[in-house]
């Protein structure tokens, strides 16, 4: 572009800048543009990328994996109490606990009063019998005999602490109160434990698990195809310890029914 000579250079500049305010409005509205345009992507690039990081953030915490390890983690850790015990009878009965205690003073002529304290709770005891021990298994014409181990407590015995009742009586000058509750606490397990391994226990447990263990040969049976009327067609158990010198004179445990 030629420019005209001015008379004078003011008027020179003047005659310059006015022909090109158009061109440099169209510059700077360009400009603006351009920049409004880099703003809104950047923006838009920095909100999809909050965007995307709250969705994965989401999916994070649906994903298997995750949520499988929450689980496991709250699985508490177990030792094993010993393989091979077959479990065969359980007892549930509600055992009272009681323990009393006396004081006296002045050669015993004087009672300060007696404390009495009370437990009351449901007890579930359990009974087994080992697999790693000697098991006889003999056949007496169509009948299975079956020699099995001792029948054992699991121990301790499980307490229902949810259904625990507590009850205390005190003397006119006894304030041991809370004291005795919480030796005669101390002295349940050690009680169950003894209450499990006694006789009487052991023989209310004893037929329910001998016929347990029946219905385990006999499965085995079944699985042999021998518990069949041609076959096998009857089990007797006869745990360790039992004095049965005549073992066809025993009652069958499981008979096959025609």
């Not at 709770?121 to 790693?132: I, P």
């Not at 809370?178 to 006789?199: F, G, R």
Request: charged share 20%.
């Amino acid at each position: 572009m030629q420019f005209p000579q001015p008379r004078n250079n003011v008027s020179a500049w003047a005659q310059v800048l006015s022909s090109l305010r158009w061109p440099v409005a169209f510059v700077l509205a360009c400009a603006i543009g351009v920049g409004a345009y880099i703003y809104t992507v950047r923006t838009g690039a920095q909100a999809a990328a909050d965007v995307g990081r709250s969705i994965g953030g989401i999916a994070a915490r649906f994903r298997t994996g995750t949520i499988t390890t929450a689980f496991l983690a709250s699985i508490p850790k177990l030792t094993s109490t010993g393989s091979g015990n077959l479990e065969v009878a359980t007892a549930s009965a509600t055992e009272t606990f009681t323990r009393s205690d006396e004081l006296r003073i002045l050669w015993d002529l004087v009672s300060l009063g007696q404390t009495v304290t009370e437990i009351r709770a449901e007890v579930t005891y359990r009974y087994y019998v080992s697999l790693n021990d000697h098991w006889d298994i003999g056949i007496s014409n169509q009948t299975c005999v079956v020699k099995v181990p001792a029948l054992r407590p699991s121990l301790p015995p499980a307490i229902h602490t949810d259904t625990m009742e507590k009850r205390t009586d005190r003397g006119w000058l006894r304030f041991d109160a809370d004291q005795q509750m919480a030796e005669l606490e101390k002295a349940i397990t050690p009680m169950l434990v003894q209450y499990a391994s006694n006789p009487q226990h052991l023989n209310l447990a004893r037929e329910t698990a001998r016929k347990t263990v029946a219905e385990f040969v006999q499965r085995w049976l079944l699985k042999e195809d021998h518990w069949r009327s041609d076959r096998f067609n009857s089990i007797k158990v006869v745990f360790a310890g039992e004095e049965m010198s005549d073992l066809t004179l025993v009652a069958p445990t499981l008979q096959l029914r025609d």
